[in-house]
């Protein structure tokens, strides 16, 4: 079964410097991966889905994905104190369930 | 953007007690999902449906069982608690395949 890794376990990072999260997994079949953000107590907030080889932008948000290398990245443009949150990577299994397996997450901390 | 409730939102339970989540989605929906979120396992999936009356088993499905009578409404049945099922529930609904999941906001359980 697909295992999802993500790292580090936590990033404090200062409002507008860049912040890159990190996620590895074991199965390069899988062709859809999500990233999510979680604030405290809160539900999951889809915030890019990326589904080839490459860049997908959603706003301040960025994804690279390479399956050769297992590696899917996120990265954070300008990031605010309301962008302080767990950040979640998931990789959806092959077949019609389409359900997702989850890393343990990032946890994010911007400074103001 | 689809709509999915639970309720209740916070439960204290008693081992060897009954417990049943409910989760109600308003996007018309195919898929269902039940996940548990721990501390250093992430989001884990319980059980799963493809529509009404189906119900599938996850990655994690013993000690619980699911329930989805309508388009709308899947429960997560607990027939006899045990202090190693507290832990904080997701619902999740979408089509499969590449479509977005949308998640309700949780469900904390304390079973004492």
């Known amino acids: 079964q697909q295992k999802v890794q993500q790292s580090p376990e936590s990033l404090t990072v200062s409002e507008g410097a860049m912040a890159s999260l990190n996620c590895t997994f074991s199965d390069g079949t899988s062709n859809n991966f999500r990233w999510y953000r979680q604030h405290s107590a809160k539900g999951l907030e889809v915030l890019v889905s990326i589904f080839s080889d490459g860049e997908k932008e959603e706003g301040r948000f960025t994804a690279h994905l390479n399956r050769a290398n297992l590696h899917v990245s996120l990265h954070i443009r300008e990031p605010q104190p309301s962008d302080s949150a767990v950040y979640l990577c998931?990789?959806?299994?092959?077949?019609?369930?389409?359900?997702?397996?989850f890393g343990e997450g990032t946890k994010l901390t911007v400074s103001s | 953007e689809a709509a999915v409730t639970q309720s209740p939102r916070n439960k204290v339970a008693v081992t060897g007690g009954k417990v049943t989540l409910s989760c109600n989605q308003t996007?018309?929906?195919?898929?269902m999902y039940w996940y548990r979120q721990d501390t250093g396992h992430g989001l884990r999936l319980i059980h799963y449906s493809y529509g009404a009356g189906s119900t599938e088993k996850g990655d994690i499905p013993d000690g619980y069982k699911a329930s989805r009578p309508s388009q709308e409404n899947f429960s997560l049945i607990l027939e006899l608690a045990t202090p190693s099922q507290t832990s904080v529930y997701f619902c999740a609904s979408g089509e499969g395949g590449r479509a977005e999941q949308f998640f309700g906001p949780g469900t904390r359980l304390t079973v004492l």
């Open positions: 996007n018309n929906h195919n898929n």
């Open positions: 998931a990789v959806s299994e092959q077949g019609g369930s389409a359900k997702l397996i």
